[in-house]
Nanobody, 128 residues
Framework: QVQLVESGGGLVQAGDSLRLSCVTSGRAFDRYALDWFRQAPGKEREFVAGISWSGVRTYYTDSVRGRATISRDNAKNTVYLQMHSLKPEDTAVYYC?????????????????????WGQGTQVTVSS
């Protein structure tokens, strides 16, 4: 398993931007598919954004598409979620997740059940 630690959350106003980071430790980072999920109060955890192990492919949920960018820096063992034009409905605990993939499985994962390694989450609160 890979260890993941999220950071970058906080209290922001609607329309603001922020960047979440998720850094790994231990094993090499290169061959992990990486996702961001979020869970708002009273709601189920939902997929936000994902990136394939090579970084070539990305995918976003409809509610954040155009407002979010997922990226990875293998040299820093870090995956990022850059968000702008934040809305109150973006308020949630944001989690990163990682799954080791073989060389030919260079696609984005979108389901909770696809992942076996999770961070502890970082709170994002967007006020009106």
């Amino acid at each position: 398993q890979v260890q993941l630690v999220e950071s970058g959350g906080g209290l922001v106003q609607a329309g603001d931007s922020l960047r979440l980071s998720c850094v790994t430790s231990g094993r090499a980072f290169d061959r992990y598919a990486l996702d961001w999920f979020r869970q708002a109060p009273g709601k189920e955890r939902e997929f936000v954004a994902g990136i394939s192990w090579s970084g070539v492919r990305t995918y976003y949920t409809d509610s954040v598409r155009g407002r979010a960018t997922i990226s990875r820096d293998n040299a820093k063992n870090t995956v990022y979620l850059q968000m702008h034009s934040l809305k109150p409905e973006d308020t949630a605990v944001y989690y990163c997740a990682a799954e080791l993939k073989d060389y030919y499985s260079d696609y984005v994962l979108t389901e909770e059940s696809d992942f076996t390694s999770w961070g502890q989450g970082t709170q994002v609160t967007v006020s009106s």
